[in-house]
C-alpha cells in the first residue's frame, strides 16, 4: 500500500513496527502461545484471525505489554512494549476499555491526550475517529457501538505509528461498521500501521493488506488474503465432461481434490488456470464450466481445522 512510502520519512523507526520471536505464554498446561514468529512491516494493515481460544488476545496482550511472555521478545519499532507505549508509538483499543460515566466524550479524550508529550488536539481526534457529533455526550449515555467509536478516538489520541484494535467492531451496527472503517481507512492512508484481531471475515477481507491465521496458540497461515485462500485449495472448477474418467481428473495438474458424478466434475484447484488448460486440451467437449473462488471462510475452517 502507498502508506509504506509515507512511514519511510521517518526512517529512524523503520525495520520493522512489530516483531514477535519465538513468542510463548503457558498458563499451567494451556499453551495460550506456543512460539509464535511474526513480523509486521511499517504501514500493513493486519488482520489477526483465529477461533475462539487460538491465543489472539494472549499475543496483542503481550504487544502491549500487558502480559509478560513466558518466552521470546516482542520490540515495536525497535522498542519494548512499555517504553513504545511511554512515546505514545501504540495507540490499543480493547474490547470494554473502561470509559468514565459521568465526563463528556471531549473531556474523556483530553483527559487520555494530556498525558502524552505530543496529542492531537481533541477536536482533530474526534474529527479523525468520526465521532465529532459526541464530543458533549456523557459516558453514561452512549450506545455500546458509540462506546467502541470512543475507545477508538481514545487510541489515536497519541497520534500512534500502532494501532493495536481487539475485536474493534464488536457491539457495532452495520452503519456504525461501515463508518469506523472510513475512518480507519482516512488513518492507514497516511502510513499507519494496524494490527487488528477479530472474527469477521469480510472486515479482514476488504480491510487488512494481510492476514494472520492463529489457531492452538501458534500461526498456521500467514500471507496476503489470496494467498491464505490458495493455501486452503485455491478455486473449484466445475464442468461437465464427456468421456471423462477418474484417472484422467486426478491426472490434471494442481488438482488438490475432486468429485467425479457421472460426466460432472467438482476439482478445487491450486492453479486453476492451469487445470482448465489441461482440462480442454484433453476433452474439447467439456461444457458449462465455472469457476469460484474458494472465500476467506473456506480457508479459515479448513486451516483452523473446523470443517
Ligand atoms: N489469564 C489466563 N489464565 C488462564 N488461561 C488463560 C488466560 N488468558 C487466556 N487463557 C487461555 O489461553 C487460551 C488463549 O486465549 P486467548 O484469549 O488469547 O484466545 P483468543 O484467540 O483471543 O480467543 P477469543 O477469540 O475467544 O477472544 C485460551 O484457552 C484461554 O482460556
Redesign the pocket.
Known sequence: MNGIQATGMNAVVVGAAVHLSGLR?H??D????DGVDLTIAPGEVVA?L????????????MILGL?KPGAGTVTVFGKTPSEAIAHGTIGAML?GGALLDDATVGEMVAMVASLHREPVPVAEVLRRAGISELAGRRGNKLSGGQKQRVRFAIALASDPDLLVL??PTAAMDVASRREFWRAMQAYTETGRTVLF?T?YLDEAEEFADRVVL?RA?ATVADGSVAEVRSLAGGRTLRAVVPGITEAAVANLPAVTDFQLRGTRIAVSSADSDRTLKALLAAFPGAHDIEIAAIGLEGAFLSLTGQR
Not at 30 to 33: C, E, F, I, S
Not at 55 to 60: F, P
Open positions: 505464554k498458563y499451567g494451556v499453551r495460550a502461545v489477526l483465529g477461533p475462539n481460544g487460538a491465543g489472539k488476545s494472549t499475543t496483542v496482550d502480559t474490547q481487539d475485536e484481531a472474527h492463529m496458540g
